[in-house]
């Protein structure tokens, strides 16, 4: 889900572009960059960009009687990390607020942010963490679970700044409980699905790429 | 195939499934949020409206198939030809 155009008064949908702008910017330039350095890494690049181009198109269906769709991030944020993962879903998101009239103009910045930002960030810790202990399978898994459910916290979190139920921190987060109910639920088995075909891609990427093995430190 | 990738699509067909028994309106959960702006700010009026929206349902869906179908075309070709370059070496 993302935030619909106009449903964040201006303030916010402001203030979230400046928070995602400069991650954004920092995020295309570390991909010029990249690519600049190896032109072979394009390959990569369009392949987790394309992962978040087919999994933000679809709308599965949960146990919650409605639907929603995945993030696509988690393969991004595996291979390289938050910033690139910004600068990706930004391309994405433009092109469903200008197409599909989902997600909005206005609420872009906010949208780049969760999406692209906060929920890519945390799930790349965890993928950090997770890689420690468990295989590169399983600690996909983990961060694409993460990126995709931290993405809908986001969201509530957004929605509930902007319409707290009542005064102070305290009506902030009574409206967060009620707009992470409509999401958090939904977006559990969700996460699932995506995670596993996370995890199945980037096994199957490291078993045929020589450079992703290097990447990602897996022995040959 | 590998098995990760057959568990998640079996998890999908399963959550597809799930829709015949579990009953639901199965609209998106975006639209219910916008319900829920309702209840909490209900005098709320979007001040912005899309600058473009699909003509109709059939539209959207083409374009939505568009993305999907696009980055599956993208995902297929590289990670089709990585396969085949590792079969080349090691032949």
Redesign the interface.
């Known amino acids: 889900m993302h935030i619909m155009e106009g449903f964040l008064p201006p303030f916010w949908a402001a203030a979230w572009y400046l928070v995602a702008a400069p991650v954004v910017a920092f995020g295309a330039y570390r991909t010029a960059k990249m690519v600049r350095e190896d032109s072979s890494r394009i390959a990569l690049v369009a392949i987790a960009g394309a992962f978040v181009f087919v999994f933000s198109a679809l709308k599965i269906p949960s146990v919650t009687g409605s639907t929603s769709h995945p993030t696509g991030t988690g393969v991004a944020v595996v291979l390289f990390g938050p910033a690139v993962t910004a600068f990706l879903s930004t391309i994405v998101l433009l092109y469903q607020s200008l197409l599909l009239a989902h997600g909005g103009i206005s609420t872009l910045g906010a949208n780049v942010a969760a999406m692209g930002i906060v929920g890519p960030f945390v799930g790349w810790l965890t993928y950090r963490f997770t890689r420690r202990y468990a295989g590169l399978e399983g600690s996909t898994f983990a961060a694409t679970v993460v990126t995709n459910w931290v993405t809908y916290l986001v969201t509530s979190a957004q929605l509930a700044m902007a319409f707290p139920a009542g005064g102070g921190l305290e009506g902030v987060g009574s409206a967060m409980a009620g707009f992470a109910a409509v999401f958090a639920v939904t977006q559990v088995p969700i996460g699932l699905v995506e995670g596993a075909i996370a995890a199945g891609l980037i096994g199957y990427l490291v078993e045929v790429k020589a450079d992703v093995r290097t990447r990602l430190g897996v022995p040959a | 195939?590998?098995?990760?990738?057959?568990?998640?699509?079996a998890?999908?067909v399963a959550?597809?499934a799930?829709?015949g028994v579990?009953?639901?309106?199965?609209?998106?959960?975006?639209g219910?949020?916008?319900e829920?702006?309702g209840e909490?700010?209900p005098e709320?009026e979007?001040?912005?409206?899309?600058?473009?929206?699909?003509p109709s349902g059939e539209i959207?869906s083409l374009?939505?198939?568009l993305?999907?179908g696009?980055?599956?075309?993208?995902?297929g070709y590289?990670?089709g030809?990585?396969?085949r370059?590792?079969n080349a070496s090691n032949a």
């Open positions: 195939m590998n098995r990760a990738i057959l568990v998640g699509v998890l999908l959550l597809v799930i829709t579990v009953p639901g309106a199965w609209g998106g959960a975006d219910e949020a916008e829920t702006i909490v700010a709320y979007p001040w912005f409206s899309p600058i473009w929206t699909p959207e374009l939505f198939s993305q999907a696009l980055g599956g075309a993208v995902i590289y990670v030809a990585f396969g370059n590792r």
